[in-house]
T-cell receptor, first 113, second 111 residues
Framework: EPEVTQTPSHQVTQMGQEVILRCVPI?????FYWYRQILGQKVEFLVS????????KSEIFDDQFSVERPDGSNFTLKIRSTKLEDSAMYFC???????????FGPGTRLTVL | DAKTTQPPSMDCAEGRAANLPCNHS???????VYWYRQIHSQGPQYIIH???NNETNEMASLIITEDRKSSTLILPHATLRDTAVYYC????????????FGKGTHLIIQP
């Protein structure tokens, strides 16, 4: 199973601040995903990213969220102005070209104070 | 909302086979059945997937009914490390679609 790395493992921020969560790519993975899981709740899909553009996004993924893969490097999720309710685990996932299964990272725990 | 139905929790004795059912009566012909699990607060882990034939890998077996409206995940010799929440999901294969997780089944392996 390909290793998926996310940084940081834990991020604490003040409400209204911007945060950037990072996912380290593997070269033969073309599909990237972000999910979040609020404590005690189910895993929720945020956005998928294919061929350097957004492929699908959920209702949760509003204007305060953005994703990019600058220069083919880390895949990032940016939250522009964090709210208390953004506190959650954020998981990056990747899928190989022609593959079926998604491989998830260990997650970043975001705490908004 | 998730389109599959799973029991909220199940117990199984260590060393026994754990059989986890899932109903997916609205599945379409080109959609695959996937099983993932989440151990504590770790990232979800892929287990197995199938279209209509039964499948087996090193982790589990997947039995899909002939009408494809339900399936069963079988962990043949459950260990304490298999205690986790198990999710049954269906979607098209090969594309960029995100996974829709439900509440899953919390499987507890008893020593």
């Amino acid at each position: 199973e390909p290793e998926v790395t996310q940084t940081p493992s834990h991020q604490v921020t003040q409400m209204g601040q911007e945060v950037i969560l990072r996912c380290v790519p593997i070269s033969n993975h073309l599909y990237f995903y972000w999910y979040r899981q609020i404590l005690g709740q189910k895993v929720e899909f945020l956005v998928s990213f294919y061929n350097n553009e957004i492929s699908e996004k959920s209702e949760i993924f509003d204007d305060q969220f953005s994703v990019e893969r600058p220069d083919g490097s880390n895949f990032t999720l940016k939250i522009r102005s964090t709210k208390l309710e953004d506190s959650a685990m954020y998981f990056c996932a990747r899928k190989q070209t022609g593959g079926y299964e998604q491989f998830f990272g260990p997650g970043t725990r975001l705490t908004v104070l | 909302d998730a389109k599959t139905t799973q029991p909220p929790s199940m117990d199984c004795a260590e060393g026994r086979a754990a059989n986890l059912p899932c109903n997916h009566s609205t599945i379409s012909g080109n959609e695959y059945v996937y099983w993932y699990r989440q151990i504590h607060s770790q990232g979800p882990q892929y287990i197995i997937h199938g279209l209509k034939n039964n499948e087996t890998n090193e982790m589990a077996s997947l039995i899909i009914t002939e009408d494809r409206k339900s399936s069963t995940l079988i962990l043949p010799h459950a260990t304490l490390r298999d205690t986790a929440v198990y999710y049954c999901i269906y979607q098209r294969g090969g594309g960029a679609d995100g996974l829709t997780f439900g509440k899953g089944t919390h499987l507890i392996i008893q020593p």
